[in-house]
């Protein structure tokens, strides 16, 4: 259980407020330990509440869209985690192709609600597990498309102002899986899409989803990648070669189908996961002199050992 009075007083500012909640509950993992309060924001004036209380208080604040891309170590997370939703889930369509998606939006609803207005570009993220914040912040995308290429502006939090601000596309750097965006609440995108033949858009759709089905482990517990690919490489072809594909280390695995990704197949835990994340590191190391960099991000804190 958590300890301290914080939690009672933020219980009471935020009745909805979830107390001692399973992470396990909020990621695509299916792993995690309890966050000291989840809280989600659903109207004007929550984030003002949320942010000056915790400033107060001095609680740190995680923001957390769909909970892809993250694994939640075993301890749990300190603080609040936060979560958006109400007019943050919303897709609005304005002139000239521009389209303002809340940060809450997950990616396939997006890239679908744009071909349904026969509004094209987005379509190669049908496939990207993650929501428009996540996706902003680590400029997701595949190899046909980064999110970062199609952004006119994105609106931020300012927790000082303790009111959103707007970001033109200048003042953003997106790199490959980065942005400056990273330790920012980002609160939804506008992006610049093209008008197009509604049938040909969702044939595309359609192309991509298919493609996501037969190459990707879609209908098991992950994170989608778990390494970024280095230069000129490719991350699942390097840790088949060093023999792990399909390795098992508790209720974790490097899935069978694609070796860039890690299951949780049998109640893993996060020791597991990254129980594998350290030797597929050490194979392709030892065997490409390749040093992995880690794509989906690792939060809060490790079990503590039995006494």
């Known amino acids: 259980m958590t300890s301290g009075s914080w939690t009672s007083r933020l219980k009471r500012l935020f009745p909805e407020a979830l107390l001692d909640e399973p992470m396990s509950r909020h990621t695509t993992f299916r792993i995690g330990g309890p966050a000291d309060v989840f809280v989600t924001a659903r109207k004007a004036g929550d984030l003002g509440r949320l ?44 002139r000239g192709g521009l389209v303002w998606a809340g940060a809450a939006v997950r990616l396939p609803r997006l890239v679908t609600a744009c071909a349904a207005k026969g509004l094209g570009g987005v379509e190669p993220l ?24 199609v952004t006119e502006s994105v609106d931020v939090f300012d927790p000082e102002a303790l009111e959103p601000r707007r970001l033109g596309a200048a003042e953003v750097r997106f790199a490959y899986r980065s942005s400056t965006l990273d330790g920012t ?26 493609q996501r089905l037969q190459s990707q482990p879609v209908h098991t517990f992950n994170v989608g990648s778990t390494f970024k690919n280095p230069p000129g490489g490719f991350v699942a072809k390097m840790i088949e070669a060093a023999g792990l594909k399909g390795a098992v280390r508790g209720g974790a695995r490097i899935s069978p189908m694609h070796a860039n990704f890690i299951e949780n197949f049998n109640g893993a835990s996060a020791a597991d996961v990254l129980a594998l994340v350290e030797s597929a590191r050490r194979a392709v190391r030892e065997r490409d002199g390749v040093e992995l960099e880690l794509e989906m991000k690792i939060l809060g804190e490790a079990a503590p050992r039995p006494a």
């Open 51 to 94: 942010y000056t209380f915790c400033r107060e208080e001095r609680v740190p604040i995680v923001p957390l869209g769909w909970g892809s891309n993250l694994l939640v170590l075993d301890g749990g997370v300190r603080g609040v985690v936060l979560s958006l939703g109400g007019p943050y889930a919303r897709v609005r369509f304005g």
């Open 126 to 149: 049908v496939g990207v597990p993650g929501t428009v914040g996540g996706a902003l912040v680590m400029n997701a995308g595949t190899r046909e498309l980064e999110i970062g290429s």
């Open 185 to 210: 609440l980002v609160l939804g995108g506008t992006l610049a899409l093209k008008a197009g033949e509604r049938g040909d858009i969702m044939e595309r759709v359609r192309r991509f989803q298919q």
